[in-house]
Every structure is written in structure tokens, then in C-alpha cells.
């Protein structure tokens, strides 16, 4: 799996839209960008993924730039319930492959 | 909906025991996977299996074995715990070669004392 990074931690008003970044500049041609969250004492949960197209989905809403070095994640109208910390992974698709999380970014909904 | 349900969510171990994770999923998944966490490095893959009887080892494989006998079950076995195997468990699955990328669905995790 290509490295990516992300920031530490970020902070959002509710209601706002969160716009989470990811680079991930060593990202081979066939690797997806996948996107988890875990709330406090949860399993992860899976968002969104893409490979090259901009994705959309009922949670989320997944920009990639056209050289795939980066992404950004888009929770339209954050609320309570989306603090949580975000993976941002790039992983190949299909097969059994594990997925590396990193640290991910802690993402802070204001109220 | 998906589910993934794993045996225990809380379980306390004396070091030296033998000790069972149950992890079962119940869409048919292919993909098995067992996961630990641990606060500053994030979660570690320990062991997967893409088939029934079939096993891999992950990135930290040491310590602990794992069986598959029915495809919806995945357990995760710690011969001889110590403490430090103290940590959080997760266990995951997908679907297998036919998919065409790679969507886990992780359960809720199991947190292990061993004291």
C-alpha cells in the first residue's frame, strides 16, 4: 500500500462542511483511495473509496486531483455524531489485502 | 445490513493462558481478517484468510495462530498470552477475488487485558 499522510487533527463547526485532505503521492496506478472512520470504541467503518473519479455517496462525498497525488474527503453538513478520527488509505482493489491505517486525521465537530 | 460480530467485547486473561477470539461474519465474505490496536501505532494486521482453511500471515503474526473451519467464522488464538497482547482486537471481512475493490467491514472489537 502507497504511505499517506494526513493531519493530525482537525476541527469543523456543525453544519459546515468538513473537507479532509490526504496526500498520497506515491500512489501506483492501479491502487484505490479508500476512506474509514472509527468513532470512539467502534470498529471502522467504511465511507467512500475511488480510483480516479470523483465519487459521491449518501455519507460523503470523495475528490481526487487529477494526478491522484491527493485527495479530499467532504462531509457536507458535519454533525455531532461525525467526531471521529478518519483513515485516508490507498490499497489495491479486490483480493484478501489487508489495509494499513495510519493515524488518520481526529476530526472535531464544534457545536 | 453487514454484520460482523466478535465473541466477547471486554475479556481479562492471567498471562500464560490460552486464550479465543470468535469472530463471525454473515454475508458469505471470502476475507477474513484480524486486526490489533494500539494507541499511537494505529491498527496492525495480525493474520487473514481468503478461504476456508486457508491462512496468512499479516504484518505481526508472532504469538498468535488462527483457524478457519466454516467460512463465517474466524478465530484468533493466543497460545500463551502475555501482557503484552494487552490490546484491542478487531476482526473484519469482505467479499473475495470477485469484488473489484477492497470495502471491510470491521465488528465491534474485543478489548483484551492480560494480567
Known amino acids: 500500500d502507497a504511505k499517506t499522510t494526513q493531519p493530525p487533527s482537525m476541527d469543523c463547526a456543525e453544519g459546515r462542511a468538513a473537507n479532509l485532505p490526504c496526500n498520497h503521492s506515491?500512489?501506483?496506478?492501479?491502487?484505490?483511495v479508500y476512506w474509514y472512520r472509527q468513532i470512539h470504541s467502534q470498529g471502522p467503518q467504511y465511507i467512500i473509496h475511488g480510483l480516479k473519479n470523483n465519487e459521491t455517496n449518501e455519507m460523503a462525498s470523495l475528490i481526487i486531483t487529477e494526478d491522484r497525488k491527493s485527495s479530499t474527503l467532504i462531509l457536507p453538513h458535519a454533525t455531532l455524531r461525525d467526531t471521529a478520527v478518519y483513515y485516508c488509505i490507498a490499497s489495491l482493489g479486490g483480493g484478501a489485502d489487508g489495509l494499513t491505517f495510519g493515524k488518520g486525521t481526529h476530526l472535531i465537530i464544534q457545536p | 445490513d453487514v454484520k460482523v460480530t466478535q465473541s466477547s467485547r471486554y475479556l481479562v486473561k492471567r498471562t500464560g493462558e490460552k486464550v479465543f477470539l470468535e469472530c463471525v461474519q454473515d454475508m458469505d465474505h471470502e476475507n477474513m481478517f484480524w486486526y490489533r490496536q494500539d494507541p499511537g501505532l494505529g491498527l496492525r494486521l495480525i493474520y487473514f484468510s481468503y478461504d476456508v482453511k486457508m491462512k496468512e500471515k499479516g504484518d505481526i503474526p508472532e504469538g498468535y495462530s488462527v483457524s478457519r473451519e466454516k467460512k463465517e467464522r474466524f478465530s484468533l488464538i493466543l497460545e500463551s498470552a502475555s501482557t503484552n497482547q494487552t490490546s484491542m482486537y478487531l476482526c473484519a471481512s469482505s467479499f473475495g477475488w470477485g469484488s473489484s475493490y477492497n470495502e471491510q467491514f470491521f465488528g465491534p472489537g474485543t478489548r483484551l487485558t492480560v494480567l
Open positions: 506515491t500512489i501506483s496506478g492501479n491502487e484505490y
